[in-house]
């Protein structure tokens, strides 16, 4: 259940009326609360673009940002945030409270949902693909190439290893236990830590209604989005994709896509 903190601003100003200078909105929440849903929502509601881990498809020049800072190496928020007025998911929750040093007057949204079903949702989509991936010599090898060859896709995956699995869980998600004491813990901290009248903890089972009522917005006389469930997330037919390719790669092929990235390399260093 969606719980408002603190005062509440005051209703019926769209967002479009505060400009776009910066954000407006800190998601503190981590993946598979309700993100994505939550991201269309807002940039229904106007505070648009909202900043996702999917954006990074769409924005290869962000990948040396992130990894700068996945290293703990000082950047300037400003860089990627002043044009965008909300921020949901990784990689920005990781650094809510970096975030809000940057933008004072920003609202936090901390998305929730039950711990055990937040686990299995997370452990059977965005872990599932990133395992699979790390697991398979094959899998590494072709991410490898096409890394040299210059394509950034691969490097979303490198970035989740490194802030998700890694930095948040410590390399223990798959300890059921352990991550669900991290998720339970992240939740605690942030509702510590941010000041109650800029804090709204909240489901996206909710809707709009507290949604709209903490960012002091009009109801949109539309149904509330829900995207990415279990059953539709577009990485359950990656994992399909990958598996089915890895399949019909012969050894063959393997050897000859070694031997050519050696030779690249080989050439780079003279």
């Known amino acids: ?10 209703p019926n100003k769209t967002a479009t009326q505060r ?13 598979r609360t309700g993100t994505l849903s939550l991201k269309v ?8 673009p909202c900043y996702h881990m999917t954006e990074l498809l769409a924005r290869p020049n962000d990948f040396v940002f992130w990894e700068t800072t996945a290293q703990g190496n000082p950047v300037n928020w400003h860089d990627i945030f002043d044009t965008h007025q909300a921020t949901v998911d990784w990689p920005g929750c990781t650094f809510y409270k970096e975030l809000m040093q940057e933008y004072p007057d920003a609202k936090v949204l901390l998305t929730t949902r039950d711990p055990e079903s937040w686990y299995e949702s997370a452990r059977s989509t965005i872990y599932q693909v990133s395992r699979m991936v790390n697991d398979s010599p094959l899998a590494r090898l072709l991410i ?5 060859l210059g394509n950034n896709g691969p490097r979303v995956g490198a970035l989740a290893n490194t802030l998700v699995w890694d930095k948040t869980f410590h390399g223990r998600f798959a300890d059921k236990a352990y991550a669900i004491q991290v998720f339970n813990q992240h939740i605690e901290e942030v509702k510590s830590y941010v000041p109650t009248d800029k804090l709204l903890v909240y489901q996206v089972k909710d809707g709009w209604e507290p949604l709209c009522t903490f960012l002091g917005v009009e109801i949109p006389d539309k149904p509330f989005p829900r995207l990415n469930d279990r059953q539709n997330f577009g990485g359950n037919r990656a994992v399909q994709q990958i598996r089915k390719r890895l399949g019909t790669i012969s050894l063959i092929a393997a050897t000859f896509l070694t031997v050519l990235i050696l030779l690249m390399l ?3 260093r003279k």
């Open 1 to 10: 259940m969606s719980e408002a903190i603190g005062n509440q601003p005051q």
């Open 19 to 31: 400009g776009n200078d910066g954000l407006k909105i800190i998601g503190a929440g981590f993946g």
């Open 41 to 48: 929502a807002l940039e229904e509601l106007g505070f648009n």
């Open 144 to 148: 490898f190439a096409v890394r040299t």
């Open 266 to 268: 080989k050439r780079q």
